[in-house]
């Protein structure tokens, strides 16, 4: 099974910003991420006049669009009472990836990084440190069980993801 990585923290904490900077300091070092981001929106990849689009609003279950440089299966899932992380691991290609991080999905029984900023409205008392976090990342000193890493110093934070793979 592929090693999931859990980035969690409150919304606005800056989980995107550091992933869309640690993303390609993994590829730096050879590691190949896959990335699960959960949304609370109502999202879609497809686009309204697109044919795709059209045959998947008249019914398709599951909708595969395909280009030469990349693929996406779009899976109606209405009927789903909640999403399944396992689940949605499954349908990655494991030949493919060293890890996959998951940006959201914090409740889910998978190691995390936690993320905290002192200014965003929130305590440093309010962050649930349980068995599955393996480093907070602070942009303030903090008393923890855990590794505490910089939450601005990326290459840090890379070094210690490349530290915990090979564990």
């Known amino acids: ?74 899976t109606e899932t209405p009927a789903e009472p909640e999403l399944d992380l396992a689940y949605l691991v499954s349908r990655m290609d494991a030949t493919t990836l060293d890890l996959v991080l998951v940006e959201g999905f914090k409740h889910e029984p998978v190691a995390k990084i936690l993320l905290f900023r002192e200014n965003c409205g929130h305590s440093a008392q309010e962050l649930t440190i349980d068995e599955y976090v393996v480093a907070v990342a602070s942009d303030v000193p903090l008393e923890v069980d855990v590794p505490l890493l910089d939450i601005n110093d990326v290459q840090q934070i890379a070094g210690f993801v490349t530290q915990w793979l090979g564990r």
């Open 1 to 74: 099974m592929i090693p999931l990585l859990g980035i969690a923290a409150w919304s606005g904490t800056g989980k995107t910003t550091l992933l869309k900077k640690l993303i390609p300091e993994l590829c730096a070092k050879g590691i190949r991420p896959g990335l699960i981001k959960h949304t609370h929106h109502n999202m879609d990849v497809d686009k309204p006049g697109k044919d795709s689009y059209e045959l998947r609003k008249a019914g398709a279950a599951q909708t595969l669009v395909a280009s030469q440089q990349r693929w996406a299966l779009m």
